[in-house]
């Protein structure tokens, strides 16, 4: 698999990564043997690099990725945190970043974080220094080789980016999310920032396996944060209305390339995007993951396959999401 460097870390990882939100089966039941399977199945294709949080599944994903890395040397592995309190400013001192990165290493069992970012904090903890300090403590003191932020919004990446310690931004990038490649992507480049995209698929929507008629599970957040919920209205479906979805999805669908799915489209798509360094797709089981790592080896997308995507994205997914994250 290509490989690409990630940002100020320095690590040189392959382009599609694994995001490990499923593995802690808060999408719905994951059992522990599925998912050291797409993680064994990830890996044997070329992936080695693996995002999670300690939020995800209450620590069940970091302590499985945890278990699974100590036999794959080459794996770099990601976590979050700042989402065990209430995300208000005063929550991100020094103190919750210790506890929580004690704990994130007791689940890794790790004595160094490869890469901590902060989970979508609130937007005035990107212009604190004291937050700053803080971390680089952490990286001092060798707790965590290197941190980022996951970012809800474009100015909270451009904000971050400014930050000299920043090493990567993880922000949702799809074909459903064109924002962040006006500004975003061209000031991370400039300042050697790596990009971590995520919701690549759209939550699902752009796997172009959903239609009008399906159901998700009660405790699957595409059941209970439709509209934000529980969480940032942004995330589930990258913040777009399904039926609308649905029929930007019919309007790609022509675009993919012979022998490819839907989902290894779209996952193409993001590593043609000048700036990012990893794709995180999630995968539920080998097949998904194995697909997924597949998009890698596909060719550059077409110029005119590039543009027209832009088309379907200007007219159905623009008026209704762009001015917003």
């Known amino acids: 698999m290509e490989q690409r460097v990630l940002g100020r870390t320095g690590r040189r990882v392959g382009v599609v990564g694994l995001g490990a939100w499923q593995l ?12 050291f399977a797409a993680l064994e199945a990830a890996a044997d294709a070329g992936v080695t690099f693996v995002d999670t949080a300690d939020v995800y599944g209450d620590g069940r994903s970091e302590r499985i990725v945890g278990q699974f890395a100590k036999g794959r040397p080459e794996l ?42 902060l989970h979508c904090p609130p937007t005035p903890v ?38 000299p310690g920043v090493a990567t931004v993880q922000i949702i990038l799809n074909a459903f999310r064109l924002k962040p490649l006006d500004r975003v992507l061209p000031a991370a480049r400039a300042a050697g920032v790596g990009v971590i995209a995520r919701v690549p698929l759209a939550s699902g929507l752009l796997s172009g396996r959903y239609d009008e008629h399906t159901v998700f599970a009660p405790d699957d957040h595409r ?32 675009l993919v390339p012979e022998g490819a799915t839907m989902a290894q489209f779209a996952l193409r798509w993001i590593l043609d995007q000048p700036g990012v360094s990893v794709v995180i797709p999630g995968a539920r089981n080998p097949a998904q993951a194995a697909a997924n790592a597949a998009a890698a080896a596909l060719p550059p ?4 396959t590039l543009a027209a995507v832009q088309a379907v994205y200007d007219e159905l997914i623009r008026p209704r999401v762009h001015d917003r994250w």
Not at 24 to 35: I, L, M, N, R, T
Not at 238 to 246: E, N, P, Q
Request: glycine share 8%; hydrophobic share 40%; with cysteine.
């Open 126 to 163: 990107y212009s604190s220094d004291a937050v700053f300090d803080a971390l680089d403590t952490l990286v001092e003191e060798q707790k965590v080789a290197a941190y980022g932020v996951s970012v809800e919004t474009c100015e909270e990446a451009l904000t971050a980016i400014a930050r």
């Open 223 to 254: 059941s209970f944060n439709r509209h934000g919920e529980a969480f940032d209205v942004g995330e589930t479906f990258s913040g777009v209305d399904f039926a609308t979805g649905l029929e930007a999805v019919r309007g790609l669908a022509p």
């Open 24 to 35: 802690g089966a808060d999408w719905g039941d994951v059992s522990e043997a599925d998912a």
């Open 76 to 117: 770099t592995v990601a976590t979050k945190m700042g989402r065990r309190l209430e995300q208000v400013p005063a929550n991100y001192v020094m103190a919750n970043f210790r506890a929580w990165n004690e704990r994130s290493r007791r689940n890794l069992g790790v004595d160094t974080v490869d890469l901590v970012q």
């Open 301 to 304: 997308l077409p110029q005119a």
